[in-house]
């Protein structure tokens, strides 16, 4: 079989590196690719939003499947260009990646299936966000309704900061027209988790629960970003409590996309907030999670090339995913400037690590004469699998001085929500 990944990231190369495990796959590509991906599969320079291209390109080669990483060529209708060929390819089409692409969109879905979520209004003027604010008043968060890059949530500390941000928003068009409306949300406190399942519309594969790290810095300081870290099992996830999730939020959801005609197949991820009240969505993503994807690839005991056609032939079956009971963690290591730029060309030297345990999946950096290069804010992913999740993490740390580049920098305190909390009850 012959496989196409769409994207450039860690995930990208988590999923190419598992693919290329599977007895029956016998050529990877992928679209672009990146420094690490090269290395084990065939790198195309196709973007990853050259739909037409892409399908092209999967036309020619005779691809078995295509599995598209990223969410903006999913929310473009990747997908449906594909189906359109008789390609079979990996996620949802374009209006079921709508849970992702528009959250007043995701919103007014989960109010009308009573899948339990913050309370918000919904605004399409600057005018009518601020009285919506004053009403709500502090704590409350700013939403754009489209897809912002991980930048369009705001939680002011301020009225002051929330007025710039509403006016960034609708007078500036900070975002264009992803945040021609907003949403001004309930702020809900507790412990966040990603959970996230395969799905053909109907049955629903769970993926091993993980945690991801989105702040800049240690001590969850600092700016949000794209994720500087993860680690599965989540810990923070007890079984009851991941099982609930499943029948209030995921089946809830995947039947509802169904009825509303916009049947979801593909990887359902859900941003939950644990709180005091049960579990409550933040916020769908269309595609599966960076950095989780790359801890829960190597806690993954099957084929993963199986689930992902059989979920974009709508054939799941009974397929059931089975998971380690080692822990893995995955560490992101980023540019100085990280998250507010991305210096490139910055030289990477990667010595041998001698623990073949870790694994360094490549997200940010190209290959140019033998020499790897730093191309993006997220450069490289230490991942690795051991006993417990405190090993999986000193081992990462142990090997992480073996990426060197100029300015790199990385979180040093990844996982440590979960440590110290009993693992032993932890959904897998
Ligand atoms: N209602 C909320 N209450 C508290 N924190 C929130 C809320 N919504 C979002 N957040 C925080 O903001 C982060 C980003 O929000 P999210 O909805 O996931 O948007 P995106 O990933 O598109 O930036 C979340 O991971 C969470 O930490
Ligand atoms: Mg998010």
Not at 59 to 70: A, C, F, Q, Y
Not at 398 to 415: E, H, K, L, P, S
Request: charged share 25%; proline share 5%.
């Amino acid at each position: 079989m012959r496989v196409l990944v769409v994207g450039q990231g860690g995930r990208e190369h988590a999923i190419c590196w598992k693919l290329k495990q599977s007895p029956q796959v016998k050529e990877v590509y992928a679209a672009p690719g990146n420094g690490g991906i090269a290395a084990i599969a065939n790198c195309v320079p196709i973007e990853a939003t050259d739909i037409i291209e892409l399908a092209d390109f999967a036309e020619s080669l005779r691809m078995d499947l295509t599995v598209v990483g990223p969410e903006i060529p999913l929310t473009l209708g990747i997908v449906d260009e594909f189906q359109k060929r008789g390609l079979a390819i990996f996620g949802p089409t374009r209006l079921a990646a709508e849970i992702e692409g528009s959250k007043v969109f995701s919103k007014e879905f989960m109010k009308k299936y009573g899948i339990p979520t913050a309370d918000a209004n919904i605004c399409g003027s600057y005018d009518e966000a601020i009285a919506a604010f004053d009403a709500r008043g502090l704590p409350c968060v700013i939403k754009a309704d489209g897809l912002a890059g991980g930048k369009g949530v705001v939680i002011p500390a301020t009225r002051d900061e929330a007025v710039a941000t509403l006016s960034e928003i609708f007078e500036s068009r900070r975002f264009g027209m992803a945040g021609s409306r907003v949403l001004i949300e309930e702020c809900l406190t507790g412990e966040e988790v990603s959970v996230m399942a395969i799905t053909d519309g109907k049955k629903v594969v769970p993926f091993a629960p993980a945690k991801d790290y989105k702040k800049a810095f240690d001590g969850d300081e600092g700016p949000n970003t794209g994720g500087m870290g993860s680690h599965s099992p989540a810990v923070v996830l007890p079984a009851e409590t991941a099982a609930e999730v499943m029948k209030k939020i995921v089946l809830p959801t995947v039947q509802g996309m169904a009825d509303e005609g916009r049947t979801y197949t593909g990887c359902l991820y859900v941003g939950i907030m644990l709180t005091p009240d049960g579990p409550k969505v933040l916020e769908y993503n269309c595609r599966f999670g960076d950095p989780e994807t790359q801890a829960q690839i190597l806690r993954l005991e099957d084929d993963i090339f199986d689930v992902l056609l059989r979920s974009a032939r709508r054939n799941l079956g009974e397929t059931k995913l089975t998971w380690k009971k080692e822990a893995s963690a995955c560490v992101v290591v980023t540019t100085k400037d990280y998250p507010a730029g991305s210096s490139k060309g910055h030289e990477i030297v990667v010595d041998p690590i001698a623990d073949d345990s870790v694994v360094v999946f490549h997200a940010g950096t190209s290959k140019k004469d033998g020499k790897l290069y730093t191309t993006g804010g997220r450069v490289v992913n230490v991942c690795a699998r051991a006993a417990t999740l405190s090993d999986a993490l000193a081992k990462i740390y142990a090997n992480i001085g073996n990426v060197r580049f100029q300015g790199a920098r990385y979180r040093t305190d990844i996982g440590y929500r979960a440590l110290g909390q009993r693992a032993a009850s932890a959904a897998t």
